[in-house]
């Protein structure tokens, strides 16, 4: 069985947890293949991907705003399931994982691919690397262990051959209050910026999801740029920086009613 695990990771939480499940299945089931298939940087979901050699999926994203980020949704949009099963999860940084399954779930059942089952993973936030300190060590032993569980229990949903599929009921948000909760990193988090001269190297350039970023001329484009971070996270001279964002910490905390204790005591989930 050849499985295609696709996924997006900006700052490599979703990776780490991807590896994991690749190492697992194909430790406990020989004949069974995972292509990991990274969709993070802009090229990788502009040019064809040629999916056919996969019969089944795991797709691995993190929460950005409550759902995938929005350049995911869209690209998502345009596979064809053919009426092959997969299995979701996610990385989110203790916030809120909002309304991810059920939005995730809603778009490949419309793209013909049958969900068997879906999984959260606590990850430090990405805006960390802003002056936020929560959840720096995540996802750690324990996570990885509910993500090797995880695993078998995908194998083994992947080799019935009726396996039940993932039932979710629909979440009452409007696509409004979505795109506002969406845009919020938008409105509130500047573009990085570069503090010192580099020796443009690239490799912003070429791992940046949406093509924003101009090293040569340190241009980062504000209206594309998703606030991902992986061009701060990856930059090998840690000349690119991002403003200290603890004010949207404080923020994030008081609007989602949550304490650092709750944030700290967040528990990987399988459903
Ligand atoms: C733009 C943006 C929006 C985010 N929104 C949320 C959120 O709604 N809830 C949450 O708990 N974490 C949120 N996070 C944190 C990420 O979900 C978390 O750090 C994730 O593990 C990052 O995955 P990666 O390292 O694979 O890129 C957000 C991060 C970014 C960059
Ligand atoms: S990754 Fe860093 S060093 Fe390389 S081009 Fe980008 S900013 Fe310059
Ligand atoms: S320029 Fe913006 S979108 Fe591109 S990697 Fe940096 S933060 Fe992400």
């Known amino acids: 069985m050849n499985i295609g695990l696709i996924y997006f990771s900006a700052t490599n939480n979703t990776e780490t947890i991807g590896k994991i499940i ?20 802009y ?22 705003g409550w759902r ?28 809120n994982s ?28 990405t805006y960390n690397l802003g002056g936020w300190n929560i959840l720096e060590n995540r996802p750690n032993e324990e996570d990885f262990e509910i993500a090797r569980q995880y695993s078998r229990s995908i194998l083994k949903q992947f080799q019935e051959s009726n396996p039940i599929l993932f039932q979710i009921k629909p979440h009452e948000y409007s696509d409004k209050t979505l795109e506002r909760i969406e845009n919020n990193p938008k409105r509130m988090v500047k573009i990085p ?19 924003a970023i101009d090293a ?3 241009i980062i484009k504000d209206e594309k740029c ?10 090998p001279e840690s000349v690119l920086k991002v403003d200290d964002l603890t004010r ?16 700290n005591n967040r528990k990987s989930k399988i459903f």
């Open 216 to 218: 040569e001329n340190q």
């Open 98 to 125: 909002g309304v991810v399954h059920y939005d995730t779930y809603k778009i490949l059942n419309e793209n013909d691919f049958k969900v068997l089952s879906s999984a959260e993973f606590i990850a430090s936030h």
């Open 193 to 211: 910026r570069w503090t010192a001269e580099c020796d443009v190297c690239g490799v912003c350039n070429n791992l940046c999801p949406t093509n």
């Open 226 to 235: 998703i606030r991902c971070l992986s061009c701060v996270f990856n930059c």
């Open 248 to 263: 949207l910490y404080k923020m994030a905390l008081k609007v989602e009613h949550l304490t650092e204790k709750e944030i």
């Open 43 to 64: 090229s990788t979901r502009n040019n064809h991907l040629n999916l056919a050699k996969c019969e089944k999926f795991i797709f691995g994203f993190p929460v950005y």
């Open 22 to 41: 690749k190492h697992e299945i194909e430790a406990i089931e020989s004949s069974v293949k995972v292509f990991l298939i990274n969709i993070t940087p």
């Open 68 to 95: 995938v980020p929005n350049v995911v949704r869209e690209w998502l949009k345009t596979l064809e399931g053919k009426g092959r099963e997969c299995a979701m999860f996610f990385t989110y940084g203790g916030i």
